[in-house]
């Protein structure tokens, strides 16, 4: 039987690997798919608590954090292509080249 403490271990260790891969990438799409991992680990929280709890909040805010999820990506990977195409590589210490 998984209990609570296994689904939130494992979302504890998916949040790790998402922020060991956000400190540690040099590559800005990789960041991307860090942030997501991360936030898939919350959502894996969020309906392992709700349904612990017998409520369906969590499950409904985690149904939000995917659509907000969606658009960041989308949003995300569209300025990604661009800088790719202007500067011809992605890497992040090339953003300290941009000036506003």
Do not use: P
């Amino acid at each position: 039987m998984v209990s609570l403490a296994h689904y939130l271990v494992f979302a504890c260790l998916l949040f790790s690997i998402g922020l060991f891969g956000m400190l540690r990438r040099k590559n800005i799409l990789m960041l991307f798919f860090s942030t997501e991992i991360m936030l898939n680990a919350i959502n894996v929280a969020f309906v392992a608590i709700a349904h612990s709890l017998k409520n369906i909040d969590g499950q409904i805010f985690a149904l939000f954090m995917i659509g907000v999820a969606a658009s960041e990506v989308a949003v995300g990977l569209g300025l990604v292509i661009l800088w790719q195409r202007k500067h011809k590589s992605l890497d992040i210490d090339t953003l300290a080249h941009m000036r506003g």
